[in-house]
């Protein structure tokens, strides 16, 4: 409840900072590596708050190439996209952006590289790493262990603040489409505890991975 309570608090605060957000745009220099999080408008993203406790509800990685800055980000599959559109997608706007002062230029360059090898890999409505699809969290979390690296923090989904209408709401609406459920003739009860006692690494874990500085934020808190 009390996580349910903060939650519901933060979303308030969002909305009602309005007003003091900037606009975007006045960053810091970037460089490749960098962690990019916003609060996302889709459809699951009020479920990923309740969830989690945090605003973060979607991320990217920051990829310079000679003053173009993009995001490499899982949505609707692996792709780049311009900072800019990607910071308008958002709620209000707001981003807040993360540094690891471990990555050298030669390892981020290897990480974008991964990055690279994954672009048009569909978005995993099920956060798995049991399949081929990539949601967004999983993306950098990847990209990290394939240059030798640890970030964020995996946990069960049980973990998570899962106790609550949204979030079952999710599961009932992606459940039937979910292969590793249907491949055992599950049904939703089954498929339920199924997803719980599966691993994700969400995007709060990350923003909070003591490796991590940020360099910048609009939120109001």
């Not at 975007?24 to 699951?44: A, E, H």
Request: aromatic residues 10%.
């Amino acid at each position: 409840m009390k996580k349910l309570i903060a939650a519901a608090i933060l979303c308030v605060c969002l909305v009602a900072g309005t007003l003091y957000a900037t606009a975007g745009g006045n960053y810091p220099p970037l460089k490749d590596g960098d962690l990019i999080f916003q609060t996302s408008t889709s459809d699951q993203s009020s479920a990923i708050i309740f969830a989690t406790g945090s605003a973060f509800s979607h991320m990217g990685i920051i990829k310079n190439e000679h003053g173009v800055i993009t995001v490499i980000e899982a949505a609707a599959k692996v792709r780049e996209t311009p900072l800019h559109a990607w910071v308008n997608r958002g709620l209000l706007k707001r981003v807040a952006i993360y540094r690891d002062q471990r990555l050298t230029p030669e390892i981020a360059r290897q990480l974008l590289s991964y990055s690279s090898t994954l672009y048009g890999k569909p978005y995993d409505l099920f956060f798995s790493f049991n399949n081929d699809a990539i949601y967004c969290s999983e993306l950098p979390y990847l990209a990290y262990k394939a240059v030798g690296m640890e970030i964020g923090k995996v946990q069960k989904i049980s973990e998570l603040n899962i106790n609550n209408m949204l979030v079952r709401k999710l599961v009932q609406s992606r459940w039937k489409r979910d292969s590793e459920c249907t491949e055992r003739d599950f049904d939703f009860d089954q498929c339920y505890r199924y997803i719980l006692n599966q691993s994700l690494v969400t995007p709060v874990s990350i923003a909070n991975d003591p490796s991590l500085k940020m360099i910048y934020s609009n939120y109001p808190l």
